[in-house]
């Protein structure tokens, strides 16, 4: 199917960093064929849309989210703690969702962001009480129905608080557990194709909420699959701590030893680093997420991306 967007008033392109007035788009499929200022021919189209008076910008990507915490924003006890403690609270409701509560959440946040101009989105979801390996199901059908281009990564947990972690024991999996279900999510939804609409990437949760097992299993597997890997990192001073006391290392020191420095990984928040740290993630090609709302409704930190 061919479209044809015309009569756009301002039309961004940011490949040269500048804005087209009174331009066109052609688009075949979910492919865009061209654009310019010239006369475009509506020949051969099978839809022509106006768009005079409108903006044309290319879809933003989001590169972090937890979309199931969207039905989780006004719980008044945590309005204003920071993030160890904000978790605390929240992992004693977050046991307690279910398919039908993944689903629905992931198709309202997925929603809230069309309306802000996003078309690709990530989402990390990391949780799945006593063993609820559908919830990741429930996320990627819900997906599905609003129609954006999906990157969801399959998070874990296995380090709960008798082991040294942050978690209660009712949200974390074993090892083996989260392995098996990484590899089933891989071969039943990514598409590695390049107009792909749905590709999974692998994403232990933290430093303090995964074992370094754990973290090198899963780098692996990704290897293996040739996906992606998502993680949190250097979010908060007292995650640098946890690292220093646990592992006798920085986060981004920690995880070098572990073999996630590669281009295949993306980090996100990044806040409590030093040019030492840069500078090996900018040689190793690593990705970041930056979350400045994230981190200043927790108190996180500013993170040096300037």
């Known amino acids: 199917m061919r479209r044809v967007f015309k009569n756009i008033s301002w039309l ?20 865009i064929e061209k654009i310019g200022t010239d006369e475009v021919t509506e020949e051969c189209v099978d839809e022509v849309i106006d768009c005079e008076g409108y903006l044309v910008i290319p879809g933003f990507v989001n590169t972090h989210h937890h979309l199931y915490q969207s039905l989780f924003r006004s719980i008044p006890q945590v309005q204003s703690e920071k993030l160890f403690n904000w978790l605390t609270f929240l992992y004693e409701l ?22 802000s101009g996003v078309t690709t989105t990530t989402d990390m979801l990391y949780l799945y009480p006593n063993g609820k390996n559908e919830l990741f199901d429930a996320e990627v059908e819900g997906a599905k129905r609003t129609g ?7 998070g874990s947990m296995s380090l709960s608080r008798k082991n040294g972690g942050l978690p209660p024991d009712s949200v974390v999996q074993t090892e083996e557990e989260i392995l098996c ?16 609409m749905l590709k999974i990437a692998l994403a232990p949760c933290s430093p303090f ?12 597997l990704a290897e293996r699959f040739n996906v992606l890997l ?11 701590e946890f690292c220093l ?33 840069i500078e090996k993630m900018s040689k190793a090609d690593v990705g970041i997420a ?17």
């Open 12 to 31: 961004a392109n940011f490949d040269e960093y500048s804005v087209w007035e009174n331009a066109y788009i052609v688009v075949k499929d979910n492919i």
């Open 94 to 115: 977050w046991k307690n969702i279910d398919y039908e509560s993944v689903y629905i959440s992931t198709v309202v946040a997925i929603y809230e962001m069309m309306l």
């Open 148 to 154: 954006i281009r999906f990157h969801p990564a399959r």
């Open 181 to 196: 279900e990484s590899e089933r999510v891989i071969k039943k939804y990514h598409d590695p194709d390049d107009l792909s």
């Open 209 to 220: 909420s995964v074992s370094p097992e754990l973290m090198r299993s899963t780098a692996e």
């Open 230 to 240: 998502h993680t949190h990192l250097a979010e908060t001073k007292d995650e640098e």
């Open 245 to 277: 006391e646990k592992f006798q290392r920085r986060p981004v020191d920690y995880m070098e030893e572990l073999g996630w420095l590669n281009p295949r990984t993306w980090f996100a928040h990044v806040v409590w680093v030093n040019d030492e740290d």
């Open 290 to 306: 930056h979350c400045p709302v994230s981190n200043m409704r927790l108190g996180s930190g500013i993170a040096p991306v300037f």
